[in-house]
């Protein structure tokens, strides 16, 4: 999906070569779905899968690697969603007016939230064990509720 999401951004429906000195905004805008598909789609699903196929490491290094995935993909989502307020902003068009709009912020707001959250609970060595314990339980099914709702996105 994401490489058709890619060849979508650079070819037109007359299959060409999009131009850049076309209006910029609407040029730049065309990397909204596939930063946003790589970040929120891809490297989030992989993250989630490697964390639980690989278990030959020990769990910090995979933690880590989970964690890095994630910040991948948050700064990659991140500017996916740049170049939508900036889109927008450019044709003075107001913001998060659709399902897809509103939908989205939220996606990446409680994405970036867990990510910021989860870093001290999860990969501070002295977490006490009575947050980590129950914390692991939240991390997933909002983790889960964040992937349900990328792919919903996806689909609006």
């Not at 609407?26 to 899968?49: I, K």
């Not at 769990?59 to 500017?79: D, E, G, P, Q, R």
């Not at 339980?137 to 349900?148: L, N, P, W, Y």
Request: glycine share 6%; aromatic share 12%.
């Amino acid at each position: 999906a994401f490489v058709f999401t890619m060849m979508a951004a650079v070819v037109d429906n007359d299959h060409t070569v999009v131009e850049t000195d076309e209006n910029p905004a609407e040029y730049t805008f065309v990397w909204h779905p596939v930063l946003m598909s790589a970040g929120m789609s891809y490297l989030f699903g992989c993250s989630a899968v490697m964390f639980r196929v690989i278990r030959s490491v020990d769990k910090f290094h995979t933690k880590l690697v989970h964690t890095v995935i994630h910040c991948v993909a948050l700064v990659i989502s991140l500017a996916g969603f740049y170049l939508a307020v900036a889109m927008y902003s450019a044709y003075d068009s107001p913001h998060f007016q659709t399902i897809h709009g509103m939908l989205g912020l939220a996606t990446v707001g409680l994405f970036a939230a867990q990510w910021v959250i989860s870093i001290p609970v999860f990969l501070w060595p002295r977490a006490p064990a009575s947050i980590r314990a129950p914390g692991i339980s939240v991390h997933i099914c909002v983790g889960t509720g964040v992937f349900v709702c990328a792919a919903i996105c996806c689909l609006t």
